[in-house]
């Protein structure tokens, strides 16, 4: 299951190395509710492995676009089962303007257009 969300980045934690083949780093982002601010959503996900260091270039306060899945396990201890969900983050973009950042569209020249093709009698 793939989601994106926007938000803006009020925490960055540092990477936590948790065993010799696993580390993580966390973060979380506000999503403005429209309607009252006083009812936005803080969203916490987790980045993993090598998608730890998409955070580096991201500056607390800033808006960007989170691409994650969402991912739920189940884990047992002594007879108790308990449930849990991480949100993992997969993709970081920057957003400018409050808006998603829309790729550039190259130069054409007058050269770049073909030729007409020449016009044939054929009636479809």
Not at 64 to 73: A, C, D
Request: net charge negative; with cysteine.
């Amino acid at each position: 299951m793939n989601f994106e969300i926007n938000g803006k980045v009020i925490v960055k934690d540092e990477t936590q190395q948790i065993s010799d083949r696993f580390k993580k780093r966390e973060f979380v982002i506000e999503v403005e509710n429209e309607r009252n601010s006083d009812w936005n959503d803080f969203i916490k996900f987790q980045l993993t492995q090598d998608r730890c260091d998409l955070l580096e270039t991201v500056s607390l306060y800033e808006e960007i676009k989170v691409s994650f899945n969402i991912k739920g396990r189940k884990w047992e201890k002594d007879g108790k089962v308990s449930y849990f969900s991480n949100l993992e983050a997969w993709r970081i973009e920057k957003i400018q303007n409050g808006e998603s950042p829309i790729p550039e569209m190259p130069e054409f020249k007058a050269d770049d257009i073909p030729p007409a093709p020449e016009e044939d009698d054929l009636p479809f």
